[in-house]
C-alpha cells in the first residue's frame, strides 16, 4: 500500500531533482565550475539515497543493515562522477568537465551489466546481501544516468546513445524508478531466498537443540 512514509519520500525525491537542477543553473551563472560540479554530485548523492530509501520503506530502514545500505546508495550515486577525473588524468575541474567523449561509468549497458553479473552471483551463492548490492547499484547508476540523460541522452554502448530526454520523462522516471525496484526487492527476492531462509532457520533449531 501506498503509505505516507512513500508519498513524503517521492516529493522528497522530485523535489531534490527540481531544487538540485535549479541550483546548478544558479551556479553555472554565478560561481566557477567547481560549486557547479558539486551541487551536480550533492543531487545525485541525495536522488539515489531517497531512491533507495523509498525501496528500504520504513521496514527496511530500520532493518539490520538499513543504514548501511543507504548509505551506500549515497556513496554510489556520488562516486559514478569521479570517472570523469580518472579519464581526464587530472584532477583539474575544467580537464574533468571538458572530455571529448563521455567517461567509462556513465557507459548505462555497463552498468546494467555488472548488474546482471551482480545478480547472476548472487543466485549461485544464494547470497541475499549481493542480491540487494545488485540492486543498490542499479538504482545508483539509473537514477545518476537519468538525470544526466536530460542533457546528454543514455549512453548505450556499443548502440550508441540516445538523445537528450524530455525534462517530465526525466522526473518520471526517477519517481517510478524505486517502485519498479522495491517489487523485485521485497517480492521476488524474498521468494528467491524464501527456500535459503528456510533451510537457515532449520540449522539454527538443529544447532540451538
Ligand atoms: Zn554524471
Same mark, same amino acid.
Given at each position: 500500500?501506498?503509505?505516507?512514509?512513500?508519498?513524503?519520500?517521492? =516529493?522528497?525525491? =522530485?523535489?531534490?531533482?527540481?531544487? !538540485?537542477?535549479?541550483?546548478?543553473?544558479?551556479?553555472?551563472? =554565478? $560561481? !566557477?565550475?567547481? &560549486?557547479?560540479?558539486?551541487?551536480?554530485?550533492?543531487?545525485?548523492?541525495? =536522488?539515489?539515497?531517497?531512491?533507495?530509501?523509498?525501496?528500504?520503506?520504513?521496514?527496511?530502514?530500520?532493518? &539490520? $543493515?538499513?543504514?548501511?545500505?543507504?548509505?551506500?546508495?549515497?556513496?554510489?550515486?556520488?562516486?559514478?562522477?569521479?570517472?570523469?577525473?580518472?579519464?581526464?588524468?587530472?584532477?583539474?575541474?575544467?580537464?574533468?568537465?571538458?572530455?571529448?567523449?563521455?567517461?567509462?561509468?556513465?557507459?548505462?549497458?555497463?552498468?546494467?551489466?555488472?548488474?546482471?553479473?551482480?545478480?547472476?552471483?548472487?543466485?549461485?551463492?544464494?547470497?541475499?546481501?549481493? $542480491?540487494?548490492?545488485?540492486?543498490?547499484?542499479?538504482?545508483?547508476?539509473?537514477?545518476?544516468?537519468?538525470?544526466?540523460?536530460? &542533457?546528454? !541522452?543514455?549512453?548505450?554502448?556499443?548502440?550508441?546513445?540516445?538523445?537528450?530526454?524530455?525534462?517530465?520523462?526525466?522526473?518520471?522516471?526517477?519517481?517510478?524508478?524505486?517502485?519498479?525496484? &522495491?517489487?523485485?526487492? /521485497?517480492?521476488?527476492?524474498?521468494?528467491?531466498?524464501?527456500?535459503?531462509?528456510? /533451510?537457515?532457520?532449520?540449522?539454527?533449531?538443529?544447532?540451538?537443540?
Amino acid at each position: 500500500m501506498y503509505n505516507v512514509f512513500q508519498y513524503i519520500t517521492t =516529493v522528497s525525491l =522530485v523535489g531534490a531533482c527540481i531544487l !538540485g537542477d535549479e541550483a546548478q543553473k544558479t551556479e553555472s551563472m =554565478v $560561481y !566557477g565550475h567547481w &560549486r557547479k560540479a558539486l551541487a551536480d554530485n550533492l543531487t545525485h548523492a541525495v =536522488v539515489s539515497g531517497l531512491s533507495w530509501l523509498l525501496v528500504l520503506d520504513i521496514a527496511g530502514f530500520t532493518s &539490520r $543493515y538499513g543504514m548501511l545500505e543507504l548509505l551506500l546508495s549515497i556513496v554510489l550515486g556520488s562516486v559514478i562522477d569521479l570517472d570523469h577525473f580518472i579519464t581526464a588524468r587530472s584532477v583539474k575541474i575544467m580537464d574533468a568537465v571538458s572530455l571529448p567523449s563521455r567517461p567509462f561509468l556513465h557507459c548505462t549497458t555497463l552498468m546494467i551489466l555488472l548488474f546482471q553479473l551482480l545478480l547472476l552471483t548472487s543466485v549461485y551463492f544464494q547470497s541475499t546481501l549481493v $542480491y540487494r548490492l545488485s540492486w543498490i547499484l542499479l538504482i545508483s547508476s539509473i537514477s545518476h544516468h537519468t538525470r544526466d540523460a536530460q &542533457r546528454r !541522452g543514455y549512453w548505450l554502448y556499443p548502440f550508441g546513445s540516445t538523445r537528450s530526454i524530455p525534462y517530465w520523462l526525466y522526473i518520471f522516471i526517477i519517481a517510478a524508478l524505486p517502485q519498479f525496484v &522495491r517489487l523485485f526487492v /521485497n517480492e521476488t527476492g524474498r521468494k528467491q531466498f524464501a527456500s535459503l531462509h528456510l /533451510n537457515q532457520d532449520e540449522n539454527d533449531r538443529v544447532n540451538t537443540v
